[in-house]
């Protein structure tokens, strides 16, 4: 899994913060994390946690981020 910025085509201006899961170029997919967080919480009962709205802040937020980050996208 990498992280990436990406945008959107349906709101091409507003960069989100993303991660690239998959293989290879053919066989990869961008998730986008806020929308993976709030299936998550819905669907499986996570608990709410304050999702960064750029992979700034997502680096900076420090271990706990990329650990929840990490078991949402597993």
Same mark, same amino acid.
């Given at each position: 899994?990498?992280?990436?910025?990406?945008?959107?085509?349906?709101? &091409?201006?507003?960069?989100? !913060?993303?991660? /690239?899961?998959?293989?290879?170029?053919?066989?990869?997919?961008?998730? =986008?994390?806020? *929308?993976?967080?709030?299936?998550?919480?819905?669907?499986?009962?996570? &608990?709410?946690?304050?999702? !960064?709205?750029? /992979?700034?802040?997502?680096?900076?937020?420090?271990?706990?981020?990329? =650990?929840?980050? *990490?078991?949402?996208?597993?």
């Amino acid at each position: 899994m990498r992280y990436l910025t990406f945008a959107d085509p349906e709101d &091409p201006r507003t960069p989100r !913060p993303g991660a /690239l899961l998959g293989a290879g170029p053919s066989e990869s997919t961008v998730v =986008d994390l806020a *929308r993976a967080a709030q299936w998550a919480r819905q669907t499986l009962g996570l &608990p709410v946690e304050a999702q !960064p709205t750029s /992979l700034f802040e997502l680096i900076h937020a420090g271990p706990p981020a990329w =650990d929840y980050t *990490r078991n949402l996208m597993n």
